[in-house]
């Protein structure tokens, strides 16, 4: 990872010292644990060894660490500690963690006292320094006790994906789709609320470099993909053509310094180049782990590169339609063109065919896009919509129901879950129309909903609620 991108924790303990926390070794046992999860995680640790007793102490300790510009402060009440520690403490970070641990013993002499002066931090956070807004999230145990180190690290996930978000640039190239107004958005808050840099292009730049890239390299290109692929039944043309805008978009990739794109692909690639470029973002996704969100959808392009940045798998996220439902099976098809990485097939591999609706009910034929069914898998569903105030999130599994769905690439989504509670299928195309949340969805292999709701609360940006159908007229959820 960037170093300019490498989270930076710190770590310190607190404690009376007529309280053991040496004698229980309350200090060693966390710092070797975190750097252990350090190195895994890949993050900067920076952690003072010993305990703060006193005032003089905190200051001195709030001033050494605040020069390291730390982006988490993990805040150990490794025994009984004075309230007044916390301001000067609570000033290190943006962000911080209240950590309590267990009483050693359950009888006679108290050893600790962690718990009360954790939650006495909380509560001195909340109702006595609450002109400062500070953000914390609570832990009880050990570091190397599975609830500890199973709520460590998501925070640590949702803080590696703010930080690369902070310093993120987004191509947007050809702007979004004709009529696709509930993609527009506000590029301030965007930046205000992620730190995202817009960079702006015409499909015409892409075009141009796409026709200058040597022959034998856009040969060598299209071969590889055909090789990635089960079958191939693109006409040439549109292959040699997709091979070229994949070197092209890497070649903008690459000196404008981006980290995800936004890209037009219908109509004006069409009209400039006679081709649908589905294939191209198809490869970036799966063979770069690059986000390309198709028709310019700039907040899904936020979206697929913030689950990306948390996420272990190597592939990008996709972005996809709710395309249609199938009662029988409680399942819902989401579906696009033809633009998902093809590692979300699994062993069904991908197929790169003519353009499945451009040029139809014609002679004409625009290619490529990429033809692959889901396997079955868990998935996150995910949206930082409506200018980047909301984040819907959702979790499905992709199943088997019988039916292939349409052509293009798809799967079959059922036993959704929004915000973590179980949602029936109704109820949850209900909560996106009743409420007109933009119809394109970001979707991730695996369960990133923990990390994507931290990020938010972090964020301050609220989550989707359910709405549950009704017979009657719902605006936002309520009676009109």
């Not at 702007?175 to 015409?204: C, K, W």
């Not at 109509?267 to 799966?286: I, N, V």
């Not at 998902?340 to 290619?367: A, E, M, Q, Y």
Request: contains cysteine; hydrophobic residues 40%.
């Amino acid at each position: 990872m960037n170093s300019g991108r490498r989270v930076k924790i710190g770590y310190v303990g607190v404690a009376f010292g007529s309280y053991y926390a040496d004698e229980h070794n309350q200090y060693g046992r966390a710092i070797r644990g975190l750097q252990a999860l350090a190195e895994e995680m890949d993050f900067d640790l920076v952690a003072v060894d010993s305990g703060v007793p006193d005032m003089e102490t905190a200051q001195q300790v709030a001033a050494r660490l605040s020069e390291e510009r730390i982006d988490f402060l993990l805040l150990q009440t490794a025994a009984c500690a004075s309230g007044e520690l916390l301001e000067p403490l609570a000033e290190i970070a943006p962000r911080m963690g209240i950590w309590a641990t267990p009483e050693p013993v359950l009888q006679g002499s108290i050893q600790l006292h962690s718990l009360v002066s954790a939650s006495h931090y909380a509560s001195i956070i909340r109702r006595y320094l609450t002109d400062r807004n500070i953000a914390y999230k609570w832990f009880y145990g050990h570091i190397d006790e599975p609830d500890v180190d199973r709520r460590l690290r998501i925070t640590i996930r949702a803080l590696q994906g703010i930080k690369a978000m902070a310093s993120a640039r987004i191509g947007w190239i050809g702007g979004i789709s004709p009529g696709f107004y509930n993609m527009h958005f506000e590029e301030d808050r965007l930046q205000e609320r992620f730190g995202v840099i817009i960079g702006r292009h015409t499909i015409a730049e892409v075009v141009e470099l796409a026709r200058a890239i040597h022959p034998d390299s856009a040969d060598s290109m299209v071969q590889a993909a055909t090789d990635l692929a089960t079958e191939v039944t693109a006409q040439p043309l549109g292959m040699d053509r997709n091979a070229r805008v994949y070197l092209a978009l890497g070649q903008l990739i690459r000196s404008e310094g981006y980290d995800a794109l936004a890209v037009q692909c219908w109509p004006t690639f069409q009209e400039e180049y006679h081709m649908a470029p589905c294939m191209a973002y198809s490869l970036l996704g799966s063979e770069d782990g690059f986000a390309v969100s198709c028709e310019g959808d700039v907040p899904g392009a936020v979206t697929m590169l913030l689950m990306n940045s948390m996420s272990p798998v190597h592939g990008s996220s996709t972005l996809l339609d709710l395309t249609a439902l199938d009662p029988r099976s409680d399942a819902a098809l989401f579906w696009h063109c033809g633009v998902t990485p093809r590692h979300f097939g699994g062993d069904n591999g991908i197929r790169w065919v003519d353009h499945v609706t451009l040029g139809r009910k014609s002679d004409v034929s625009f290619g490529v896009s990429g033809d692959l069914r889901f396997a079955p898998q868990q998935t996150t569903i995910a949206y930082a919509g409506d200018d980047f105030t909301e984040m819907f999130i959702a979790t499905a599994e992709v199943i088997e129901t019988g039916n292939a769905g349409f052509e293009g690439t798809r799967g079959w989504f059922s036993k959704f879950r929004l915000n973590g509670e179980p949602i029936e299928l109704n109820d949850l195309v209900n909560t996106a129309v009743v409420q007109g949340h933009e119809h394109h969805f970001a979707v991730a292999q695996g369960d990133l909903s923990s990390e994507l709701a931290e990020v938010a609360a972090w964020l301050g940006m609220r989550t989707t609620r359910p709405v549950p159908i009704q017979d009657y007229l719902q605006v936002d959820g309520l009676n009109a």
